[in-house]
């Protein structure tokens, strides 16, 4: 997982995998070169987790994933220049991996939908983080179940964008190709 830390002015790289181990190492890439940074506290070598920059409150959120044994996970941490704490909120989605995360400007949290959840099937819950707990928003519309999609939020718009990603069922594999647009309150189907 990659993302850029504009309260430390450069892009973090944390964990990932190849096939055969997972990964807990976390790298800053500053002046055209990769440095390992050596938090005492990391997470636990993970892949396909959820990360996001978290403007409001200067720090990087992590959650989820799969560990080298492919069993899903369901812990939140927060990464800022003191190095990784682990959260305990009150609150949390249940664990899955290949999960997007994304910092909602217009409300100042952070948003995530749907994923692979612990049985292998896919999700299609939709999550807020305030910094401090996870709500589980129950729009009344909403995308299908999915995972391995594509997250982004739209600063114009004032709205998180989803787009494609894969549904398994039956051992059938859908490559989906949906745009959908959340305002904060709802999802809504976008473009054409």
């Known amino acids: ?21 997972a990964f807990a190492d976390t790298w800053a890439w500053t002046n055209g070169n990769w440095t390992l940074l050596t938090p005492a506290t990391p997470p636990g070598p993970r892949y ?14 992590l959650f989820g994933g799969a560990n080298a044994a492919s069993q899903t996970l369901s812990d939140t941490w927060v990464f800022t220049a003191s190095g990784w704490a682990q959260l305990h909120p009150s609150t949390s989605p249940p664990a899955r991996s290949s999960v997007s995360l994304v910092y ?73 190709n949906d745009t959908w647009a959340w305002n904060g309150t709802t999802w809504a189907t976008a473009g054409t």
């Open 104 to 176: 909602n400007a217009a409300n100042s949290t952070d948003v995530l939908f749907g994923g692979t959840g612990a049985t292998g099937s896919q999700l299609s819950d939709t999550w807020s983080f305030n910094g401090s707990t996870w709500v589980n928003v129950t729009p009344t519309y909403s995308p299908p179940a999915r995972a391995s999609y594509g997250l982004a939020y739209d600063a114009d718009m004032g709205e998180v964008i989803l787009f494609a990603g894969v549904y398994v069922s039956g051992g059938t594999v859908f490559l989906l």
């Open 1 to 21: 997982m990659l993302v850029y830390d504009a309260a430390l002015g450069y892009p973090v790289l944390f964990g990932g995998g190849n096939g055969t181990a």
């Open 48 to 61: 396909a987790a959820a990360m996001s920059y978290d403007a409001a409150r200067s720090e990087i959120v």
